[in-house]
């Protein structure tokens, strides 16, 4: 079991550029889930997908972001434009169902100059 | 909505101590996880618990689903230097988004 895979791993791009995050989740997992972690702010939930229809999208910040899930192995995360405050490391999660644990990947850490 | 409050936010002991930390939520919820990060990685699953009042133990980590589903705690006996990390909780409630506690970050001294 490879676990979440996500990239890429860090990412550092100028204000007002397009950025798009990419995560696959454990194979046979249903639920994926995108999380922002900050230091003021903590993890937060930004949205989730089961079976790959995107459940609550509330915890997305702005129209700036948003989130795909095309097939079961792949989700994909885009900022556009990116602004500093963007500057986060975002995880992806994936579970067998949402009632189950979240298994993390490694998180892309994005910073926006 | 729903906030998990975490305590302590920090803590520095020695090694061979033991550790207690907890979690406290203004609603009730049906599923408790504690999970640990280490720097450069995404937090691994410890413990989860499932019913109100369960006690769950891994190793030398236990925890409790509180009575009144409000809360939580994680011990760590005996630490090790190993043990040093940012130690989440989090809850989930029949909504089934999972909230996350502020953290606790643990250092440990050999």
């Known amino acids: 079991d490879a676990g979440v895979i996500q990239s890429p791993r860090h990412e550092v791009t100028e204000m007002g550029q397009e950025v798009t995050l990419r995560c696959k989740p454990i194979s046979g997992h249903n639920s994926l889930f995108w999380y922002r972690q900050t ?6 939930l930004l ?40 500057s986060a490391v975002y995880f992806c999660a994936s579970s067998p169902n949402r009632d189950s644990p979240l298994h993390f990947g490694n998180g892309t850490r994005l910073t926006v100059t | 909505g729903q906030q998990l409050n975490q305590s302590p936010q920090s803590m520095f002991i020695q090694e061979g101590e033991d550790v207690s930390m907890n979690c406290t939520s203004s609603s009730i919820f049906n599923t408790w996880l504690w999970y640990k990060q280490d720097p450069g990685e995404g937090p691994v699953l410890l413990i989860a618990l499932y019913k109100a009042g369960e006690l769950t133990s891994n190793g030398r980590l236990t925890a409790q689903f509180g009575i009144t589903r409000k809360d ?10 190993s ?10 409630s029949n909504t089934g988004k999972l909230i996350f506690g502020q953290g606790t970050t643990l250092q440990v001294k050999p």
Do not use: H, W
């Open chain 1, 39 to 44: 230091m003021m702010r903590g993890l937060e």
């Open chain 1, 47 to 86: 949205i989730y997908f089961n079976n790959n229809v995107p459940i609550d999208d509330s915890g997305m910040p702005e129209d700036r972001f948003s989130a795909k899930m095309p097939n079961a192995s792949f989700s994909t995360l885009k900022i556009q434009p990116s602004e500093p405050r963007d």
């Open chain 2, 72 to 81: 939580s705690f994680l011990n760590i006996s005996a630490s090790i230097p």
């Open chain 2, 83 to 92: 043990d040093v990390g940012i130690y989440f909780c989090a809850g989930s």
